[in-house]
């Protein structure tokens, strides 16, 4: 489809001109990058053709930094120096944190900071490292820089882990072109987003966290129904269980080191029965001994049953069975092990999808999506596969926004709410439409105006004004305006573009985390003004016309509570206002009554769209 950042005019590639594009798998464990050529996606390897890069940084006194196999190999005598699973760091502050192996910096502002030779480095620096290993691969690979990369990142991340990711991939001049689910990767590297729609369940078991997701494909987008896992649970588990055996069998360890040397052996054992049925192991000076395939499947058993529970909960989450499970696809280098399959197969009552490398699977999916979004793949291979990167929503009296539609919505999609008017009589509605996450106006990006004319003249709030936001799968926004009782209408389409940057995107989504808690201020302060006028309008109004049911007394206080909301309501203090409203209602309350005895119909409260002018 034509996605959202894209696809506008005059942005498109000129014919024949491919550009270069990348997808990433920032992994816990092992990072990797691949990318399209010639319609078939390259997994790209080191000067050595290893194509998995170790995700281990080592800082050094001078400042440089080691990063992947060279820097896995000082974990144990460089530990402090040497960060290796720093993707749990990203997005954390220090109190998210528990007990760390690395010399964590004390101070709970801002992100965690990690104390190296090198300095104090964030997770964000570290993992731009990482990155800007893998964009040299590509770059060497493709001849020239990229234009753009897809990057993934877990189903359950967060805002801030997102963006910690999106930080580092600028660090390391990266230009994102968007972050991808994982599980959603391993469903495209499938091509199962080509099916009209269908469930999936994505099973993840990496080296130290185990992750599942339940994904359902309709309409080419692709939703996350529900997510699970063991954010410590993976083959580093098996490795532990295996060295805990040998431990038993009179393996000597007796320092940190060869404690390392017999996980290494664990890990490397283990790998190799994937494939064979009996191994030497030779730790000199540790262990010496065999070790055959069941004895293994012994030992990790126990974990392969935790990850099942996960799996069933997922399932009662969504309100999925077993049977409704269109595909199951693994992805993680552990679950190459054959008996995990088995398990596997046995849970699900079906083979799951294993014919695409486990390790690379997630890079593959990114690349191909990557070549997508910058616009090499043909028009007919367009898949719908995006989200609306920011909510959408209209201006409300007080210039505030009422999201209609949320960011990371998927497209196509369409919400509709209902207003009312504000003023008695009023016949027209002014509308417009805005893109952002803040909750003023002012701070968000103005996309259309638009009006409803022709409404018939009502009190105030009586008025039933149904608005439809719709975005369809090629990114376009039209917003309806329908009144209920007469059915008139009326309708704008707009691109909302959308044009703009990711780093606009970034920027306004910075802003609104930033400025929550002043926003959310304001608001308060916007809706009790907004209230103010509207109660001052129609008390005056009620003054006017029932001037017969009025008590003089009853006129005296209800005066001096208009007064006193005139005054206060320019302040700043949403209370005061509020307080003022209470008490000027409580004044007006018998006369209002008395009112609505005399067969008037007392005016609804309601929000009110913009009155028109
Ligand atoms: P992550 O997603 O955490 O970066 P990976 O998907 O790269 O991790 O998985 C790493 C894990 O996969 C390690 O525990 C490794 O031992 C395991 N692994 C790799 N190859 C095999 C294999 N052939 N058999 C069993 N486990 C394997
Ligand atoms: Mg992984």
């Known amino acids: 489809m034509a996605l959202l950042q894209i696809s506008e005019p005059g942005q498109s590639p000129l014919p024949h001109e491919r550009r270069r594009a990348a ?21 790209l390897g080191d000067a050595e053709g290893r194509i998995l890069l170790p995700s281990v940084v080592r800082f050094h006194a ?19 120096n040497t960060i290796a699973s720093v993707k749990r760091l990203m997005g ?18 801002g992100p965690v900071r990690l104390r190296t030779v090198a300095g104090e480095k964030t997770p964000v620096e570290v993992s731009a490292h990482i990155l800007r290993a893998l964009k040299a691969r590509a770059e060497a690979y493709l001849g020239g820089e990229l234009s753009g990369v897809v990057i993934t990142v877990p189903a359950y991340f967060d805002e801030p882990q997102r963006q910690a990711t999106k930080d580092a991939a600028r660090l390391a001049g990266l230009p994102v072109l968007r972050l991808l689910n994982e599980p959603t990767a391993a469903a495209v590297a499938y091509g199962l987003d080509r099916n009209p729609e269908g469930l999936y369940c994505v099973y993840d078991l990496g080296g130290g966290t185990f992750d599942v997701s339940l994904l359902r494909l309709s309409q080419g987008v692709f939703e996350v129904l529900a997510t699970g896992g063991d954010a410590l649970l993976g083959g580093d588990d098996m490795d532990a269980a295996l060295v805990r055996h040998w431990m038993g069998e009179g393996a000597r360890a007796t320092s940190p080191s060869e404690t390392r040397q017999l996980l290494r052996a664990a890990r490397h054992a283990r790998e190799r029965l994937s494939g064979e049925t009996e191994i030497m192991i030779d ?23 935790r990850t099942l529970a996960p799996c069933r909960r997922v399932l009662k989450d969504a309100g999925v069975k077993v049977a409704d499970i269109h595909e199951v696809v693994l992805v993680g280098g552990a679950t190459r092990t054959p008996r995990l399959r088995e398990r596997i197969e046995g849970f699900f009552r079906k083979a799951p999808l294993h014919d695409i490398d486990p390790d690379q699977v997630v890079a593959i999916g990114a690349a191909r999506q990557a070549d997508l979004l910058i616009g090499n793949a043909g028009a007919a291979d367009m898949l719908l596969l995006d989200v609306i990167p920011l909510s959408l929503g209209l201006e409300i009296m007080g210039g505030l926004v009422e999201k209609i539609i949320p960011r990371n919505s998927p497209i196509p999609a369409s919400r509709a709410q209902e207003f009312t008017t504000y003023k ?20 968000c990006r103005s996309l259309a105006r638009f009006s409803l004319r022709g409404i018939p003249p009502m009190v105030a709030g009586a008025a039933r004004i149904r608005v439809t936001f719709r975005v369809d799968a090629d990114g376009l926004l039209s917003v309806t305006a329908r ?31 930033i ?30 016309e029932g001037a017969d049911l009025l008590m003089e007394n009853e006129r005296t206080a209800i005066e001096r509570q208009m007064v006193l909301l005139q005054s206060v309501k320019g302040g700043t203090d949403p209370q005061a206002i509020r307080a003022a409203i209470v008490s000027l209602d409580q004044a007006s309350a018998d006369f209002a009554a008395r009112r609505m005895d005399a067969g008037l119909r007392k005016a609804m409260t309601g929000r009110s769209v913009t009155e028109f002018s």
């Open 23 to 43: 997808g990433i798998d920032l992994g816990t464990t092992n990072s990797l990058i691949a990318t399209v050529r010639d319609g078939h996606v390259q997994v």
């Open 62 to 80: 001078d400042g440089a930094a080691t990063i992947g196999q060279a820097a896995a190999e000082a974990e144990v005598s460089d530990p402090l």
């Open 92 to 109: 954390r502050g220090r109190a998210e944190i528990g007990a760390s192996p690395y010399d964590l910096s004390s101070t709970d502002e």
């Open 283 to 305: 730790v000199p000076g540790v262990f010496q001994g065999l070790l055959n395939r069941a004895t293994l499947e012994g030992l990790i058993d126990p974990l392969i049953e």
């Open 424 to 443: 008695d009589g009023q016949t027209a509605l002014a509308l417009h439409v805005v893109q952002g996450e803040r909750d003023l106006v002012s701070d």
């Open 483 to 513: 009144e209920l009782t007469q059915g008139i209408e009326s309708e704008i389409t707009v691109k909302p573009s959308f044009g703009l940057s990711d780093a606009d995107i970034e920027r306004m989504l910075g802003d609104s985390i």
């Open 515 to 544: 400025h929550a808690s002043d926003d959310a201020l304001m608001r308060a302060l916007r809706e009790q003004q907004v209230e103010a006028d509207r109660m001052i309008v129609a008390v005056e109004a009620a003054m006017a």
